[in-house]
Nanobody
Framework: QVQVVESGGGLVQAGGSLRLSCAAY????????LGWYRQAPGNQRELVAR???????TYADYVEGRFTISSDNPKSAVYLQMNSLKPEDTAVYYC???????????????WGQGTLVGVSS
């Protein structure tokens, strides 16, 4: 079993900043990738940013230059620094962990419960 726990959401005015944190817990043998996704009301869940175990980061076009993803792989932790927030960034943000688990090195794609980010104009 792997649990993913997010924190750091909240309400902020446009132009402000927030930092999201996430950690995966359980029988984790290896962390292959960690990422952040978001889902606004009426929309599908979409990728925000993702970072692999070798530090390669991918960003959605709409956050490039404003958001920064970082990770602490031994702790299976990932962070999302969000600057210059816009009202359209309002969504529930979900953390995702792609890990291999003990004892069989089974690959698991685990999700957190989500944390709400609200940006007012």
């Amino acid at each position: 079993q792997v649990q993913v726990v997010e924190s750091g959401g909240g309400l902020v005015q446009a132009g402000g900043s927030l930092r999201l944190s996430c950690a995966a817990y359980g029988r984790i043998a290896r962390t292959d990738a960690l990422g952040w996704y978001r889902q606004a009301p009426g929309n599908q869940r979409e990728l925000v940013a993702r970072i692999t175990s070798n530090g390669s980061a991918t960003y959605a076009d709409y956050v490039e230059g404003r958001f920064t993803i970082s990770s602490d792989n031994p702790k299976s932790a990932v962070y999302l620094q969000m600057n210059s927030l816009k009202p359209e960034d309002t969504a529930v943000y979900y953390c995702n962990a792609l890990v291999a688990t003990f004892p069989a090195w089974e690959i698991m794609d685990a999700w957190g419960q989500g944390t709400l980010v609200g940006v007012s104009s």
